[in-house]
């Protein structure tokens, strides 16, 4: 399926709205994604370029009574807003955003749709002058914006002017049930697993880790996050109560069973077969967890199930030494020793890693989860993931569970890595915006042991996408979309969130249930869970 995207002549204006195609391999090194005068946003509406709008055009002359048949003044994609009768909900949006809008919630949320964005952002980059069809939860076609509106002329083109339709973030790391205290790890030392992490999910009972586990999803969702990883709760319930909760949010969700004393496994992997949002995943939260048979087990149950096996590695100083005393050997590298490493094996962290374990994750397959806000709050180090990249480490990028910002999460990735070696090296870009765009969405999916599923905009894949307003004072003037996506947008800018081809989020809140109460739910019953848990909390000097 051909996805050319189409050049606007800039009439003068520097700004150019479609990202060369680079035609080699994507995300590797620190130099991907360099060409600053490229893919940037640009502010005149290709479809009034090509014919798209007015009475005249196809646009108008398909939906001439429809909310997408204003025409509007070329140069100017925002100048003429639609003339329609909007429902309240999404009246008053539309008041909030200035009016600027030409499209309405309930437009995405057919089972077939015709979206027409300014621009979408596919695996080489931003390209313009393309529409996509949706259908069943899949992308179904992704081709020249014409072609398709002439084509599927029994449907309305829904017309995304001043948006970007870009791929959902992938959370490669998540602990849904630790919602409730996370302002509670502010300032601990390593290793709040023991004193905060686990006594408070002992504190959960089945209606908390619900309620729990659907406020993160929420707070996931408005950050533009469309499949999270959850690595295994150890909340005393069963893990249908997180699948409930995320399936009633509406976001993709990779769920892990624990499985460190050996049972359960293969309960759990044939239990969710053919769930359109719930994917099975088995656990064991760290290597000294289990002994050598139990894990080597689990993995080949994963590697037999086509299923991800989750498991924290050479996070915290304290935990490769235990490793060290205890089998002698770090823990990647006991992993590699038993034989557990493989592409089924996603390992989060690995911020402690030797140059002897990072070749065995990349001969291995294995994939990581760099978890760069984490090292923030309460790491001991931070992955070296521009080094993966250049090593062919597979890895994806995670929040554990600190904070559900994907905009925030790409831009900490790439800080990071700033940050701790290239100052010191004299890299510059440390990957600029492509790599680590990629490593938040396609190749996140891949972590995730999804790439089959989603993480891209792509015939086949499913329709987890954004729309992103671009027409904000963050990206003008643009020159480099992917770059500034990664160091300047922010979540507010998300109009609608769309998982398996449904809308889940319009403006930040569901419109098919209620967020508002949800939240006041937790604000109410979270401090009660916290002060059951009893936590062990060094307070900040």
């Known amino acids: 399926m051909a996805n050319d995207g189409q050049r606007d002549p800039s009439n003068g204006d520097q700004r150019n709205p479609v990202q060369e195609r680079s035609g080699g391999q994507q995300g590797r090194g620190p130099a991907a994604g360099r060409g600053g005068g490229q893919g940037g946003v640009g502010r005149r509406g290709f479809l009034a370029k090509v014919g798209l709008t007015g009475a005249g055009g196809l646009l108008g002359a398909s939906v001439a009574a429809g909310p997408s048949a204003a025409a509007e003044p ?75 509106i002439a084509a599927h002329r029994d449907l309305h083109p829904v017309r995304l002017d001043g948006h970007l339709l870009m791929p959902g973030f992938i959370d490669a790391h998540h602990h849904l049930t630790q919602s409730f205290g996370k302002a509670k790890s502010f300032g601990q030392p390593s290793e709040i697993f023991k004193t905060v992490w686990e006594p408070l999910e002992h504190a959960l009972d089945e209606d908390t880790a619900y309620l729990s586990t659907k406020l993160a999803a929420l707070e996931a969702l408005r950050g533009g996050f469309t499949t999270v990883a959850d690595a295994g709760t150890r909340a005393p319930v069963d893990v249908g109560a997180l699948a409930k909760a995320t399936e009633e949010a509406g976001i993709r969700c990779v769920l892990s069973k624990i499985v460190s004393d050996g049972k359960g496994g293969p309960e759990h992997l044939g239990r969710w077969g053919g769930h359109p949002l719930i994917h099975p995943s088995l656990a064991i939260a760290v290597p000294e967890d289990a002994t050598a048979a139990v894990i080597k087990r689990t993995a080949d149950m994963c590697a037999e199930a086509g299923a991800v096996f989750q498991i924290h590695v050479n996070e915290h100083l304290a935990s490769v030494e235990r490793s060290l005393k205890s089998v002698g050997r770090r823990p990647i590298d006991y992993l590699h020793h038993i034989g557990a490493l493989g592409p089924h094996l996603l390992g ?25 806000v984490a090292s923030a709050w309460k790491g001991n180090a931070v992955a070296q993931a521009t080094m993966m990249a250049a090593m062919d480490v597979r890895f994806g990028t995670g929040t554990d569970g600190t904070r559900g910002d994907g905009f925030r999460l790409v831009d900490a990735a790439e800080s990071a890595q700033r940050l701790t070696s290239g100052l010191a090296t004299g890299d510059s870009s440390c990957g600029a915006g492509r790599l680590w765009l990629d490593h938040a969405t396609r190749l996140s999916a891949d972590a995730v042991g999804l790439s089959r599923v989603t993480g891209e905009i792509a015939v086949g894949k499913a329709a987890d996408f954004l729309v992103v ?25 998300i109009t609608a969130v769309v998982v398996d081809g449904r809308l889940r989020l319009w403006d930040g809140w569901p419109q098919d249930w209620d967020g508002h109460a949800l939240v006041a739910r937790a604000a109410e019953v979270g401090p009660q869970v916290v002060r059951r848990a009893k936590l062990q909390v060094v307070k900040p000097t």
Do not use: C
């Open 469 to 493: 307003d671009v027409n904000v004072p963050e990206l003008t003037p643009s020159y480099d979309l992917r770059w500034e996506l990664v160091r300047l947008s922010n979540r507010d800018q």
């Open 348 to 372: 989060a962290h690995a911020t402690l890693t030797t140059p002897t374990e990072m070749r065995q994750l990349a001969d291995s397959g294995a994939a990581i989860s760099y978890n760069p």
């Open 74 to 148: 070329p140069g100017n994609i925002h100048a003429g807003g639609a003339a329609y009768a909007a429902p309240a909900a999404a009246h008053s949006a539309d008041a909030r955003a200035g009016g600027t809008r030409t499209f309405r919630s309930d437009q995405l949320s057919g089972k077939r749709m015709l979206l027409v964005p300014e621009l979408l952002l596919l695996a080489d980059g931003p390209v313009r002058g393309q529409a996509v069809l949706v259908e069943a939860g899949k992308f179904r076609e992704i081709g020249p914006a014409e072609r398709l």
